[in-house]
T-cell receptor, first 116, second 115 residues
Framework: DTAVSQTPKYLVTQMGNDKSIKCEQN?????MYWYKQDSKKFLKIMFS???????INETVPNRFSPKSPDKAHLNLHINSLELGDSAVYFC???????????????FGPGTRLTVL | GIQVEQSPPDLILQEGANSTLRCNFS?????LQWFHQNPWGQLINLFY???GTKQNGRLSATTVATERYSLLYISSSQTTDSGVYFC?????????????????FGKGTLLTVNP
């Protein structure tokens, strides 16, 4: 059974389009995250949700919006895609620790987004 | 924010060699994690190690929190060890609803193990 799954694995689209990436975890974790990995492999957190509450909202364009229908799912919607949005997007999840300290994070396989 | 520096940036080994990867961080942290990203892009958590030493097969890690560094040891390296190794630390941040922590990643060490 896949612990953290993402769909699609690859996404190729035109500038200006709107797209979504879905993420699901079956680990029973309370917290889910979205990370962006750029062409130089640098990983940076974008959002985190804890029990459907937005906790981390890094400085990303407001064209990016996370949506959490329940604690096992965290989807990423991107409006008006731009060339610079091309990257690999990773979903992750972890258990909640007291005081919000991070616990072991488990990553999905990533979604490679290419904007033409 | 906290700075996380990894060295070396690149490392090439022959199969069977040993290696040590280093992670320095600029402030005290509650938590440190090591990850391996394989050539297919999958990120795997290797260690959750805020302090002390842990071992898992040919890999071991040591974190000396008071001196703000962590080391990842790979012994008898294999071609399947190739990939990027990331270190990530907790960074405290306040927000309107309270306070929390987030993982801040280093830039990674690209390891290539040749047969």
């Amino acid at each position: 059974d896949t612990a953290v799954s993402q769909t699609p694995k690859y996404l190729v689209t035109q500038m200006g389009n709107d797209k979504s990436i879905k993420c699901e975890q079956n680990l029973g974790h309370d917290t889910m995250y979205w990370y962006k990995q750029d062409s130089k492999k640098f990983l940076k957190i974008m959002f985190s949700y804890n029990n459907k509450e937005l906790i981390i909202n890094e400085t990303v364009p407001n064209r990016f919006s996370p949506k959490s229908p329940d604690k096992a799912h965290l989807n990423l919607h991107i409006n008006s895609l731009e060339l610079g949005d091309s990257a690999v997007y990773f979903c992750a999840s972890s258990q909640e620790n007291p005081g919000g300290r991070t616990d072991t994070q488990y990553f999905g396989p990533g979604t490679r987004l290419t904007v033409l | 924010g906290i700075q996380v520096e990894q060295s070396p940036p690149d490392l090439i080994l022959q199969e069977g060699a040993n290696s040590t990867l280093r992670c320095n961080f600029s402030d005290s942290v509650n938590n440190l994690q090591w990850f391996h990203q394989n050539p297919w892009g999958q990120l795997i958590n290797l260690f959750y190690i805020p302090s002390g030493t842990k071992q898992n097969g040919r890999l071991s890690a040591t974190t000396v929190a008071t001196e703000r560094y962590s080391l990842l040891y790979i012994s008898s390296s294999q071609t399947t060890d190739s990939g990027v190794y990331f270190c990530a630390v907790d960074e405290f941040f306040p927000y309107s609803g309270g306070s929390n922590y987030k993982l801040t990643f280093g830039k990674g060490t690209l390891l290539t193990v040749n047969p």
